[in-house]
């Protein structure tokens, strides 16, 4: 009991500390002091009239918002006298094996960085800057030379360095979960069985009305669909960020999804808002960085070449390129496991006086990293708020998919439920392509590392990550590709080769997730 109060304090404390330094507590502060000109604020009982001001003009619910907003983000509470680093990881290994990786993606950024005689950052002529500004609208037109720069990594690298993963206090896989695990990752990770899964996601049950199914059968809208559109907009009416996440557990309406998302987030858009994403614009224009051909190297081999989102090259250019140099990006390092990269002075190498993060958000873009934005180019059209939501959901779910950490959302977890799914629930299926060499993780990574983003329908896509920010989990990402390798099981096992089951594999397209879904859950026999 008394842990829990220690607990609880420390949580209260840091949102305290979060919310004192935000732009809304001197929003309170000003309409506060606003208040005390109204004639029905009494002096004698100053403290309740003005909770009441604040709960008739809507800041009351803004600051419920802001505070649910950090207990989703915020980590639970380490003991103590854990040092700081726990909060990032608390297993040693792990941090280890991250410090490892960070190493090669730098080294792989430096010696591009030499062979192209190219500087990390420079500041861009007077006549470069007018050229970029003119056209910031349409840079998808741009078509520069990109042949000699090469994505830092790819998924498939990274899934080779989490192959190699080993706990050193387990010694040739003696630990039980290990010496029964057939897959790829073989490090001891507390997973959910799937009897937890379904306790976990119960509102995706076969006995709840879902928007992916019951709008898409002979089902009658007025059963399902309709009454579930007025429930959105009373949640919308509400402003409540709690009630939005549960509501979009079911599936969010297509008019309704950009503003229920927006309200999850807690992103509003305001004055302010837009005047920051015309700094960070502003930085855009006045300095070319490396990152930025990265960047356009990306765009231009993922979302370009997309169906569904080639449309939407200058949105994603414009977000990408601002998020780059945006520094508060650097506030999610304190849980992530990752570390921003430092760069020096030339000749102050190793001096922190002298160090800055490079790029400014501290994170450096792989190959597919676009496609995290492009899906959200849909919904927001307008780029500031666009810019905030895929800032948003960075910090609080991507940057998981591409960190090495124990957390029950990053990605070694995420590929050790896939794996355990699989061979729990259909061990035939996983002994077959294990034996002809077709692990299963080797086809379903590049799946999961993008949330799925380019490989589902957009429209489809949509409705699973409306189910990542209801469950404010990406453990669905593990669910669904089991899923999926369920559903191709049959033709899965007539194949002889890596090559014949990726083949199989190939187009996602034609899915329905939620079908998936709640057959996987809750029609497995366990």
């Known amino acids: 009991m008394l842990q829990e109060e220690t607990d609880l304090s420390v949580i209260i404390a840091h949102i305290v500390q979060k919310l004192r330094s935000s732009r809304l507590s001197t929003q309170l502060g000003f309409q506060a002091s606003v208040s005390l000109q ?43 006298a854990a040092p700081p680093e726990h909060l990032k990881e608390p297993l040693v290994y792990m941090r280890k094996a991250q410090g490892s990786w960070e190493k090669r993606i730098l080294k792989s950024l430096n010696s591009m960085c030499t062979e192209l005689s190219i500087p990390l950052a420079r500041k861009r002529p007077v006549v470069e800057q007018k050229e970029l500004l003119n056209k910031w609208n349409e840079m998808g037109t741009d078509e520069p030379d990109l042949s000699l720069f090469r994505p830092v990594y ?21 630990h039980l979960n290990l010496r029964t695990h057939l897959g790829l990752i073989q490090v001891p990770l507390k997973v959910k069985y799937i009897s937890e899964l379904k306790d976990y996601f119960i509102e995706l049950s076969l006995n709840t009305g879902q928007l992916g199914i019951d709008d898409a059968t002979q089902v ?87 169906d569904y989102y080639f449309v939407f090259e200058d949105y994603l250019y414009q977000v990408l390129l601002c998020f780059s140099r945006d520094t508060s990006v650097l506030g999610h390092f304190a849980y992530n496991s990752a570390s921003p990269p430092k760069s020096y002075i030339r000749g102050k190498l190793g001096m922190e006086d002298y160090a800055v993060f490079y790029p400014p ?50 990605i070694v977890s995420l590929c050790f439920l896939f794996e355990t799914l699989l061979q729990t629930h259909l061990p035939q299926l996983f002994y077959h392509l294990r034996e002809i060499g077709a692990q299963p993780l ?43 390798f369920a559903f191709r099981a049959v033709n899965l096992m007539e194949v002889t080769s890596l090559a014949a089951a990726e083949a199989v594999l190939a187009d996602l397209s034609t899915l329905k997730v939620m079908p998936l879904l709640q057959i996987f859950l809750f029609a497995t026999v366990t």
């Not at 007025?222 to 557990?249: C, P, W």
């Not at 899906?375 to 779910?397: A, D």
């Open 38 to 80: 109204k004639p029905e604020i009494k002096l004698e009982s100053l403290k309740e009239d003005i909770k009441e001001f604040f709960r008739i003009t809507g800041w009351e619910k803004k600051l419920q918002n802001a505070v649910y907003s950090e207990l989703t983000v915020f980590p639970l509470p380490r003991h103590p």
């Open 154 to 174: 790819a998924p498939k690298d990274f899934l080779e360095v989490l192959i190699n993963l080993r706990n050193p206090n387990y010694e040739n896989g003696d």
């Open 220 to 306: 009658p809208p007025e059963l399902f669909e309709n009454e579930h559109v007025r429930l959105g907009q009373k949640v919308l009416a509400e402003q409540d960020s709690a009630a939005a996440q549960q509501y979009v557990r079911q599936g969010s309406p297509t008019a309704l999804r950009a503003e229920l998302w927006a309200l999850i987030l807690n992103v509003s858009n305001q004055p302010e808002d837009l005047l920051y994403y015309e700094q960070l614009k502003s930085n855009v224009i006045q300095h070319d960085l490396l990152v930025d051909s990265l960047i356009y190297k990306d765009v231009k081999l993922t979302a370009s070449n997309d």
């Open 361 to 410: 958000n501290g994170v450096i873009p792989f190959h597919g990293f676009s496609m995290y934005v492009a899906p959200l180019c849909f919904l927001y059209h307008e780029p500031s708020k666009l810019y905030q939501i895929f800032r948003e959901m960075y910090v609080r779910f991507f940057f998981r998919l591409h960190s090495i950490s124990s957390h029950h959302s990053g």
């Open 442 to 484: 080797r086809i379903s990574f590049k799946w999961m590392v993008r949330a799925f983003s380019g490989y589902l329908a957009t429209d489809q896509l949509l409705l699973l990550w409306d189910r990542i920010l209801g469950y404010n989990s990406l453990e669905i990402l593990a669910v669904l590709a089991a899923a999926v």
